[in-house]
């Protein structure tokens, strides 16, 4: 059974920076694509980006390119999302997901695991 348990969240200040994690049971880390999303209130949820079952990261461009890091740990089944030079813009619920496919795609109808959320809030 595939779980996904997010940490790492917080309040931060604007300029700030958060790791947040994505700890993965039930293998699906090891040979599966896996992507960070995130929803601000009133909005839909948003791709920011994934990591190949290579271990290949890839980001949206538009909103977090050169400001948020995706990595993997295989040995420690986790995902992780660096996040520096944080904006107020960034606040959101941040999501971890998983799909049984060989790279991360934007579409969230893509991913059939999700973990619960965790909060980011980037006070101005």
């Known amino acids: 059974q595939v779980q996904l348990v997010e940490s790492g969240g917080g309040l931060v200040q604007a300029g700030g920076s958060l790791r947040l994690s994505c700890a993965a049971s039930?293998?699906?880390?090891?040979?599966?694509?896996m992507g960070w999303f995130r929803q601000a209130p009133g909005k839909e949820r948003e791709f920011v980006g994934g990591?190949?079952?290579?271990?290949?990261?890839?980001y949206d461009a538009d909103s977090v390119k050169g400001r948020f890091t995706i990595s993997r740990d295989t040995a420690k089944n986790t995902m992780y999302l660096q996040m520096k030079s944080l904006r107020p813009e960034d606040t959101a619920v941040y999501y971890c997901?998983?799909?049984?496919?060989?790279?991360?795609?934007?579409?969230?109808?893509?991913?059939?695991?999700w973990g619960q959320g965790t909060q980011v809030t980037v006070s101005s």
């Open positions: 039930g293998g699906i880390i090891n040979n599966n694509a």
């Open positions: 990591i190949s079952w290579r271990g290949v990261p890839t």
């Open positions: 997901a998983a799909r049984r496919g060989s790279v991360a795609v934007r579409s969230p109808n893509d991913y059939p695991f």
